[in-house]
């Protein structure tokens, strides 16, 4: 038996025949690289559970895969607006985060901004999809709602014990947030 340092530091007792035939050439944090290095494809993963200091991969990641889910899971509760209806993503971004990273960071991607399509119609592919803020996304959101928009509005702010335009406004605060002084400028500025 030998007591041997690891490179990474750490100390272990092994047979001396396990270390001259090359059975063992580390405590085991060598097989550990070895397997995460395997398994690593482009980081984002690991980037996302805080792992790598690299937020614009984490938010991208989670943008990309949210995309999929929407186009390809059936389960996924916005499914029936996107792959529902024939919305998809390209073969191009489909399997490789790395072409969709490298397409977002080149077209604009910024921390705030949201990946939209140009035509709600068609799919997600780079001649398709821009970066734009919340509000400019909400402005060019297909609507979901049908004609009996009022009636519901007031139903439910009667169920809250509300009125309706204060049902609204609760609404636009929770989605987008309390505006800027900026914000009621510009609403004045119209």
Known sequence: MVKCRCDC???????????????????????????????????????????????????????????KDRCNRKTHPAWPRYGGRGISICAEWRNDFSAFKAWALKHGYAVGLECDRVDPDAGYCPENCRWITKRKNIEHMRRAWGDDLDQRLIAEAKRRGIGPYELISQAVRT???????????????L
């Open 9 to 67: 530091g750490s100390e272990r007792t092994i047979t001396a025949n396990n270390l001259l035939n090359g059975n063992s050439a580390s405590c085991g944090c060598l097989q550990r690289d070895i397997a995460s290095a395997a398994n690593t494809l482009h980081g984002a993963t690991v980037a996302r559970r805080g792992k790598v200091d690299d937020p614009d991969s984490a938010r991208l990641y989670t943008i990309w895969q949210g995309i």
């Open 175 to 189: 989605f987008l947030g309390e505006p800027s002084d900026a914000d009621d400028r510009a609403a004045m500025e």
